[in-house]
């Protein structure tokens, strides 16, 4: 090979490895930087807190305890007929019939190991499950699938006016929520739960300390929204995935890894530059998202809505073809989370508010020959600390009365008051599953028949 | 052609060859680098596609249609839900292979271990 053909190689061959490995080192550095700056803020960059020690032997014990029923009842609704105590609602007849409410109870009959185990973490300190079921920080639907076996339990025991029974399962299924620290799950959870205690309402006729109980267990929910937290969360799952260094450094030979399920191989390689720059855009696309979920309520919708309208506008192509493609990094994710966080975080404050406040209700009317009271306001101190505020405005929440009924309510993602216009599990109008528009005449609440209680 | 012998027709025939031959002599020396060049760029492009069908089956679609399904919201049918969906299913399966993994690393008890 003469000289000159070896120059010839040596451009076509080296040259862009050469340029190839400058960009990797740029890019990882600009990646490293980003994280650093997270760090400094003193913000969440790996997911190292959920695998820290449990101190106690309690905490160990119960996060042992919540991880077996979790697999069990897992098991279970991947059996066959697991999947039909979804659709079963006691509020709507055709989902409850006979013939679908014996075979849930055949089902349910199965689930007793995870119920047993269930009732036996309830009462226990619950810090997290560390490292004895680790795949459940991240997967927590089994949690969910422990959540409605409780709650058909509850429902079922309701249907029979037993209520005070059922509230036993409520206690479980509300003390359960704190294992779910990723809002969706939680959410999901959540929904089932409140068409429990509206069925409870109506049909269970618990006694005032089965409802005091439940309304202390449902008080111990934080009253925070922590959609900010999730978006923070979610970016550390995101650099997790990829980034197996210290935040505190740009070392040399840090590079990002290919996410679990990929093989290092010649395409991770080559593509690397691209797609350390794709997550950084990623992860950077996220501080605005996490600072319009510390905006405070209800000013955030239209931040969010805006957000998502200039997401849409302007879609990130490139980022598009990869997701596409390799499934990773997801394009557009702190849009896609923002938007659904949000609606579970504010939800979750309207579904916990209107709870405490309906199970107030009730003490008054057991106290009252069933009378409800005139207002809100007159359950206070009593049987409410003050009157819990809409999340969805600025105003408290709204109560309602009818010869029949009354109902208590916020408004919903549209935030306008439609008259106590209720939907989901519960409501009696439509059984799982419920899929709304953001902006249709929908509001969060509890409707009690008075002459079918008390 | 009076006056030209042998040796005279051989001297013009070398000084006047055909132009062509030369052409091609001097083209294949440029080609070659080009062909090396191109059978590069043919084996990276069959090595991303070989990549992309194991890489696209990593993401459990029936569960992240599941989820999509189940979102309460009305945000289901948007890209916003689709993002979401996805990012649930990547997660699950994640915590699935690393289930696995700890499955994996457990050294299976003998027959006098365990008791108590």
Known sequence: ?454 | MNGLNDRDLEALLRKYRPASKRTSSTSAGRTWPWAIAASILIAVAFGLHGRVDHTESRVDEQRARAVLHGLDAGLDDSADGSVFAMWIAHREAVAARQAEEQQAALVPLGPDQGRL
Not at chain 1, 107 to 113: G, I, T
Not at chain 1, 174 to 185: E, N, V
Not at chain 1, 318 to 342: H, K
Request: proline share 6%; with cysteine.
């Open chain 1, 1 to 454: 090979m003469t000289p000159r053909k070896a120059l010839i190689v040596a451009v076509i061959v080296l040259f862009p490895l050469a340029l190839h490995a400058v960009w990797d080192q740029w890019e990882a550095s600009s990646f490293a930087n980003e994280i650093m700056r997270i760090a400094d803020r003193q913000e969440l960059t790996d997911l190292s807190v959920l695998r820290r020690p449990l101190a106690s032997a309690e905490q160990r014990r119960s996060a042992s305890l919540y991880a077996a029923a979790a697999q069990l009842s897992s098991n279970l609704m991947a059996a066959e007929g697991g999947s039909q105590l979804y659709r079963i609602d006691f509020a709507v007849p055709d989902s409850s019939s006979s013939a679908a409410v014996a075979a849930a109870t055949d089902v349910l009959a199965r689930a007793e190991p995870a119920m047993s185990l269930l009732d036996l973490a309830t009462p226990l300190d619950f810090a997290g499950f560390s490292t004895i079921a680790a795949e459940l920080n991240e997967n927590q639907f089994p949690l969910d699938t422990l959540n409605l076996q409780a709650c058909l339990k509850a429902d079922i025991l309701s249907a029979r006016g037993a209520g005070d029974d059922a509230v036993r399962y409520f206690v479980q299924a509300a003390r359960l929520q704190r294992t779910m620290l990723i809002a969706f799950y939680r959410n999901q959870a959540t929904v089932r739960l409140y068409g429990s205690v509206r069925i409870l309402l109506n049909q269970g006729r618990p006694s005032p300390p089965s409802l005091l109980a439940l309304q202390h267990t449902v008080e111990e929910w934080p009253d925070i929204d922590d959609v900010a937290a999730q978006l923070i969360r979610t970016r550390a799952r995101l650099i997790d995935d990829v980034w197996h260094h210290p935040a505190s450094g740009t070392g040399w030979a840090y590079r990002i890894q290919p996410w679990r399920g990929t093989d290092q191989g010649i395409t991770f390689f080559l593509l690397r530059p691209l797609f350390t720059d794709l997550l950084r855009r990623e992860v950077q696309s996220f501080d605005r998202a996490i600072a319009i979920a510390k905006l405070p309520l209800p000013d955030r919708f239209d931040a969010v809505r805006d957000f998502r309208r200039a997401e849409a506008a302007a879609p990130p192509a490139v980022r598009a073809m990869f997701t596409r493609t390799f499934g990773f990094p997801p394009a557009g994710l702190a849009s896609g989370i923002l938007a659904n966080e949000n609606p579970f975080g504010v939800r979750h404050l309207a579904f916990r508010r209107t709870i405490i406040t309906a199970l107030a209700i009730e003490r008054y009317r057991a106290d009252h020959d069933g009378n409800p009271p005139d207002a809100l306001s007159t359950l206070v101190p009593a049987y409410l600390s003050a009157v819990p505020h809409d999340p969805f405005t600025t105003g408290p929440l709204t109560f309602r009365k009818t010869g029949d009924s009354y109902v208590v309510y916020s408004v919903d993602l549209n935030r306008v008051d439609d008259g106590g216009e209720l939907y989901g599990a519960g409501s009696g109008k439509n059984a799982y599953p419920v899929r709304r528009d953001d902006l249709a005449p929908a509001d969060i609440g509890i409707r009690v028949h008075l002459s079918s209680t008390r």
